[in-house]
Nanobody
Framework: QVQLAESGGGLVQAGGSLRLSCAASGRTFSSYAMGWFRQAPGKEREFVAAISWSGGSISYADSVKGRFTISRDNAKNTVALQMNSLKPDDTAVYYC?????????????????WGQGTQVTVSS
């Protein structure tokens, strides 16, 4: 069992930066792939970024490539999403998720555990 808790969301102007963090409980965190997803009002949950259990494999959605960076610290049971050059289209609730198979996946159904989400609002 893994429990996830996101933090770091907030209101920022376009062009600004935010750093999201996800704290995980459970001794098996280091074996899980971790992902970040987001959901805007009236839209489906969409993939943002994912990282393998070792950090050796990372993938990003095209819409955030070059602006967002995912990282993890297995010693601290945390995964982070550094978001730079934010745009109003990045406004959404951001969720972290854990996938017990360890390889980064882009489909939400691949993930076994989810956090409650943190709101990110980017003003123009």
């Amino acid at each position: 069992q893994v429990q996830l808790a996101e933090s770091g969301g907030g209101l920022v102007q376009a062009g600004g930066s935010l750093r999201l963090s996800c704290a995980a409980s459970g001794r098996t965190f280091s074996s899980y792939a971790m992902g970040w997803f987001r959901q805007a009002p009236g839209k489906e949950r969409e993939f943002v970024a994912a990282i393998s259990w070792s950090g050796g494999s990372i993938s990003y959605a095209d819409s955030v490539k070059g602006r967002f960076t995912i990282s993890r610290d297995n010693a601290k049971n945390t995964v982070a999403l550094q978001m730079n050059s934010l745009k109003p289209d990045d406004t959404a609730v951001y969720y972290c998720a854990a996938d017990r198979w360890g390889t980064p996946a882009q489909r939400p159904v691949a993930y076994n555990y989810w956090g409650q989400g943190t709101q990110v609002t980017v003003s123009s």
